[in-house]
């Protein structure tokens, strides 16, 4: 069973840089790091190839300057090989375009079974990149997996609710976002540190995928984030004073936030 894993590399969350004012797009400087939300797809899938009895997992990732921190963590995960686009032209992808770039890239990854991603990234969150690449693909999407199970070629997950859980199955090849939880992420260990070193990323540029210079990048988006505001300071909550009705203002209150 072959299983591919796209992965984001993004800046550290503990120290995320700073929107570029030309662009108000998040600065992509230095060394970016695996999305931890990308690390449940990642064991999820060595899982699923384990439970197979066979095969390998691959990473698809686009991320500039050739940048491959973050894809040798999963590399020392346990997965086989990467497939990196980084290209100078990439810049400004939107969600769209970037799915279309990940795409082409995922036919790189030769006879692939099954894609996982996560339901959104940490430093984007549209949540839209999985379905638009399903579609490129001609696959069918299933989401918000919290549990997965392969047979018969067929994914069978249990979709996450706010009630509880869907059970929804497809046909292979297909497409499934994992939600954060659905599994414990290994630690790699020192060993797969050092093997991480010696596995192949196959780095690729935009023409390499067949990809025109309009259709990528600022010229290929169809999204533009017109301005970025700074959030509103927090006010100060109402303190209330309990003369012996203070119940009825709390229950006044809940009952203006729709809770009862």
């Known amino acids: 069973m072959n299983v591919v894993v796209c992965v984001k590399q993004i800046p550290d969350p503990a120290n995320p840089g700073e929107l570029d004012p030309a ?11 695996l999305d931890e939300s990308d690390s449940y797809g990642v064991e999820m899938a060595l899982q699923l190839v384990d439970a197979a009895g066979g095969g390998e997992v ?3 990732s686009m991320a500039p300057n050739n940048e491959v921190s973050g894809l040798r963590t999963a590399l020392a995960m346990g997965a086989a090989k990467a497939v990196l686009v980084s ?5 400004g992808s939107d969600s769209l375009v970037t799915a279309k770039v990940l795409a082409k890239a995922i036919g790189r990854a030769g006879d692939v079974d099954l894609v996982l991603a996560a339901t959104e990234s940490t430093d984007g969150y549209t949540g839209t990149v999985p379905a638009q690449l399903a579609e490129l693909l001609g696959w069918p999407s299933l989401t918000f997996a919290k549990h997965i199970e392969i047979a018969d070629g067929k994914a069978k997950i249990e979709r996450q609710t706010e009630a509880g859980y869907d059970v929804v199955e497809a046909s292979l090849p297909a497409v499934v976002t994992v939600t954060a939880g659905v599994v414990e992420p290994r630690y790699p260990s020192f060993k797969g540190i050092m093997a991480a070193k010696n ?7 935009a023409a390499d995928l067949g990809l ?16 970025v505001e700074a959030a509103p300071p927090r006010e100060a909550g109402e303190k209330i004073e309990d003369d012996g009705t203070a119940h009825e203002r709390v229950v006044e209150f809940l009952e203006q936030l729709k809770v009862i």
């Open 87 to 91: 290209d100078p032209a990439l810049q």
């Open 199 to 205: 596995k192949p990323v196959d780095q690729v540029t």
């Open 212 to 227: 025109d210079a309009g259709e990528v990048g600022w010229d290929g988006a169809r999204q533009t984030i017109v301005s």
């Open 58 to 60: 691959t990473l698809v």
């Open 23 to 33: 662009t108000n797009t998040l600065k992509r400087e230095g060394k970016l790091i």
